[in-house]
């Protein structure tokens, strides 16, 4: 088929759809106000210049085929501009995708795309979203004005992007790889973003790239890996950390110039490495770290920073060939129980302050230092504090060389010893390093945890006693230093192994102790020998500490008996590396307590290596009520004993299944709790300084109970009234308002003490096409989201092909995926009967997907809100298909056809939306044609509506282009009978 300078509109279907063929499209201009712009499966398609836009579902949609697009406009579409899915080829160029409902281009597992040269731009969603094993390239493309917080690339769920120039402009977030995803970026310009890059739970890398005027963050490595070669960050205003490093991120980053930014240049708190970098004019410090951080860095500059480096409690800093100048303040500042600098040939030049500080019972190790000319000490040495000093060089300071606490006489002897030469230098002998008693009263201070505090003092005393055997030529044999943690998230598995690893180093078994985190994703590669070697890496980085795997039963084959097992090979290759260099690391594998059992049994040689398991168990209810204080106390926030009562009384009702979540439900309903309390003082100017830090009883409770009020709030009203100037539908709009007046009783009822059965928020919309039922579903979404019952209410709208796969095992997966899709809003299922009509025979697929979504209905009944539509009497027999319908669709709404006057002002209301008035006598005709168009059994209603308004524009164009006279305002905005009569 061949398509050339035609223009297609269609009201109801789509454009163009093709199946099975060959399709070219040259000049061509599409629309299609329900349907797609072009719908193609197993199709080739070449589509050259002209526009798709004006589409109430997406403007491409390709899957099982080769798609070739250049020169095309694709806006002002429903869906996607473009949705690819299902093994589709993509060669995309010279694109302008624009003002979508849904994320500019989405793909799908199994698409290979290439975008050149193309425009994304002005969309309130993502520009580019991969998902599953999808490939996108994008070679000099242009993403701009990305409103909101959404960002402008987002590789999700193990998918693959690949940008090599061009820009990304005016974003929330520019890149963010996720979920065991990955995405390379090269000569990429990132300018003027909330934050340019971040990673949660993926693979980033970046080459030769520029981050302008990041708003609150450049980079924020949150969770996975981020390596960074040849970035210049211009930071400038920037809030934050300019690279933000938290606990479960890795950042690795050479030849990296960072210029400007109000707080850190560098913020860690999980592991950084750094080498020929140059920071200049942070507002804070230019390297932070803090709780359990690493950082070391290799061939530094830094300039003109308030404090060159601070090293916070329980972090450490390796500096090596580092230069520091013209600091507002200090050097370098150590301070805090566990902090520790090892220092080797840094210099430090014209610091206002001090050159170093160690304070708080921070340690270090400084091999070589120069410090010269500071404003106070060269080294200032508080109480407490036991650094090693070797070949410390201290000029033209204004205070002492090194300043140091005098001991008493009856105190213990200081461990290091210092000479000062006639230039100030001092050296020293090596410190004792953090007591074990007060390593093991930071575990006795974790709530709860009482067995795993008992088995990880056994593990400590053991040890001990092994070295005080091997002291006096006891050559005992060795006690495996090896754990299994096993148990349900959230429960401190990970800040167990951390105190583990100090308390090894404390003892001496370990040269350091920090931890390395990771998991099957670090561990595994795609191809043959590939995960022997991240393996080994990752193993060796962690020499002289701790190897934490979490969820390590991943590593079992997880291709179902098909293919190679690279998790197997990732297995082996640790247990030979445990065995290898079994006095330099310990390797903790973590995960849920049955999956770890199968887990040791899948290898004879992971028995004899982890000799121990160690079971962490869910928190009672009064730990996570305790848990909960100290996270307030932490915040700086306060509560209440109601507060707390509260806290217990929602404990006591979640479930509490293998997955709960512990620790981390109680970090999740705080962050609610803070949500809550900021809308009830939202606008008071009358606020006491105690009212600002207290969380009250209020602000705990389900999210359904969060933002609703006496009158069902402001953003309730106001969409309720949206709702009711809609054209007809009454019943709808009575059963909507008797939702809200429903949970605003059992509010007031929960508030009482009084016990009351929760509403089920999932509905069936029964009624004919063209009632409104899509348009109330998005309102239905948005008032549910104001309550407090969803996230954020967006509306995702399928169907039957959207869940229902060709064969066994598949639909499932699609389902899911599709549900996925709604978290946090409403999933809208069109002609849902059609999943429990089976058809003339084979498998019946559909019935796969009911049984999904009944028990992800149940699962996630907090997340989701499903809305089943379809004709009455069909929608009867589909609730009737299943059992747990009856129970999980709390109600049946019944849209009613629209009466020829309600058509009459649908009619009128779309009409007054393109400018345009009716003529009385119009109206009437109008009425009579409706009254008539109602008895077709394929009756559209305001779709119909729709149709007659579009057909009477068409004749009054015809009309009044024969006419020798130029029209009047009147004329051109009237809509006649003549031009009624014509359609």
Known sequence: MAFRNCTSWSAHGSAIEATNSILSIENSTLSADQGLGIGVSGTTLALRGGSINRCGQSGLKAADGNVDV?????????????????SVTAQLSSLNLSKCDLPLLWAGSGVS????????????????????????????????????????????????????????????????????SRIDAARVTMANCRAAVAVHGGHLELNGCSIVDPENVGINCIEGTCIAESVDIHARECSGAVVNVPSAGEFRGTAIVIDGGLDAGFLVSGKADLTDCHIAGSGKAALATESGGTLTATDLEIDSPQTGAVIGKQSTARLRKVRIASTRADGIRVTGVGSKLVADGVVIEQATQNGVVFEGGASGDVVELLVNGCGGDGVQISEGCDPTLGNVVVKGQQGLAVRAPERATAGPAPSYKRRLTPEGSVEGDAPQGQGMEELLLELDRL?????????????????????????????????????????????????VARLYGRLL????????????????????????????????????????????????????????????????????????????????????????????????SSNPGLHSR???????????????????????????????????????????????????????????????????MARRLAGRTDLEPDELVTITAPDIGETEELAVSETGGAAVQQLLSELDSMVGIQSIKQNVADIVDVLNLQRKQREAGVQTRRISPHLVFAGSPGTGKTTVARLYGRILAALGMLRDGHVVETGRADLV???????????????????????????????????????????????????????????????????????????????????????????????????????????????LAVAPDAERELTTRFDEARRNPNFGNGRYARKVLDESTKSMARRLRGSDVSPSRDELSTVTLKDVQCT
Request: hydrophobic residues 40%; proline residues 2%.
């Open 805 to 915: 796969a060709g064969f066994i095992g598949q639909t499932a997966t699609k389902t899911t995926q599709k549900f996925d899709e709604a978290r946090g809003g409403v999933l809208f299922i069109d002609e849902a009967y059609s999943l429990t009509r089976s058809g003339s025979g084979g498998q019946d697929f559909g019935i796969e997907a009911v049984d999904t979504l009944v028990k992800l209905m149940e699962d996630h009944r907090s997340e989701v809100v499903v809305i089943a539509a379809g004709y009455t009497e069909q929608m009867h027999e589909f609730l009737e298909a299943n059992p747990g319908f009856e129970s999980r669709f709390g109600q049946t709404l019944v849209f009613e056809d629209y009466s020829p006057e309600e058509l009459l002002a649908i009619f009128k209301v779309l009409a007054e939306s393109d400018g």
């Open 505 to 600: 180093a404390a003892m001496g078994a370990l040269d350091r102790g920090d931890v390395h985190e990771v998991s099957r994703g670090d561990l595994v590669a795609e191809h043959v020998g590939g995960t022997a070697k991240l393996t080994t890496d990752h193993f060796m980085q962690a020499t002289g500490g701790v190897l934490f795997i979490d969820e390590a039963y991943s590593l079992l084959q997880t291709t179902g008996g098909t293919g190679p097992d690279f998790g197997a090979e990732a297995i082996n290759t640790l247990v030979k590396l445990m065995e290898d260099h079994r006095s330099e690391v310990v390797v903790i594998a973590a995960g849920y307590t049955a999956n770890m059992e199968h887990f040791l």
């Open 610 to 676: 982890f000799a121990n398991t160690i079971h962490f168990d869910s928190y009672t209810v009064d730990e996570l009520v305790e848990i909960f204080r100290r996270r307030v106390k932490e915040l700086g926030l306060r509560c209440g004993d109601e507060t707390v009562d509260a806290v217990r009384k929602e404990m006591v009702q979640l479930d509490r299944g293998p997955t709960f979540g512990n620790a981390r439900e109680i970090r999740d309903l705080v962050d609610k709790a803070r949500v809550a």
């Open 70 to 86: 250049s020169g095309t406009e694709i806006s002002n579409c429903g869906g996607n501009a473009v949705y690819l899915f299902q």
């Open 447 to 495: 709530v709860g945890l009482a067995a795993v505090k008992r088995d990880v003092r056994d593990m400590i005393s053991y040890l001990e006693l092994e070295q005080r055997q091997r002291s006096v030529g006891v050559s005992a044999e060795p006690i495996g230093r090896h754990l299994v943690f096993a148990g349900p998230p959230g429960t401190g598995k990970t800040t």
């Open 113 to 180: 795309a290439r975008l050149t040269n193309c425009a994304l731009r002005d969309s309130e969603q993502i520009a580019v979203h991969a998902e599953g094993k999808a490939t996108v390239a994008m070679v000099d493309c242009e993403v701009s004005n990305i409103r909101g917080q959404m960002p402008a690339v987002l590789a999700d769920k193990g998918s693959a992007i690949n940008i090599e120039g061009g820009s990304i402009r005016q974003i929330g977030i520019a890149l963010i790889a996720s979920q065991r």
